[in-house]
């Protein structure tokens, strides 16, 4: 599985973004998705996660109410709605997949243990300028 990650960019406080993760590559899988984020200094961190049917849905606590996390497996692609943007939200931002046909280490790690992922984005860059 490939992921593109795409929609960073420059916005102002309280302003919006949407982000899309685009899957190509195998079409069997039936993978789950989560964002993390990582801030120039700081430790990458989760954001939210999405299970394959989009019936379950875990967010960090810093994004709640904010940002919203979908999918359309159709499309084979996952969205981060993010809303009231602010500063501290600035960072580049990863979504990473999670192959339940890939038993390794990460298998059956919390959804927001960026070692549960099998497969990285290369990441998209959101600059929220106060």
């Known amino acids: 599985v490939q992921l593109q990650a795409s929609g960073g960019g420059l916005v102002q406080a309280g302003g919006s973004l949407r982000l899309s993760c685009a899957a190509s590559?195998?079409?069997?899988?039936?993978?789950?998705t989560g964002w993390f984020r990582q801030a120039p200094g700081k430790e990458r961190e989760f954001v939210a996660y999405i299970t394959w049917s989009g019936g379950s849905t875990l967010y960090a606590d810093s994004v709640k109410g904010r940002f919203t996390i979908s999918r359309n497996n159709a499309e084979r692609t996952v969205y981060l709605q993010m809303n009231s943007l602010k500063p501290e939200d600035t960072a580049v931002y990863y979504c990473?997949?999670?192959?339940?046909?890939?038993?390794?280490?990460?298998?059956?790690?919390?959804?927001?243990?960026?070692?549960?992922?099998?497969?990285w984005g290369q990441g998209t860059l959101v600059t929220v300028s106060s």
């Open positions: 590559g195998r079409t069997d899988s039936t993978y789950e």
């Open positions: 990473a997949a999670d192959d339940p046909l890939v038993v390794g280490p990460g298998t059956g790690l919390s959804p927001a243990n960026a070692k549960r992922y099998d497969y």
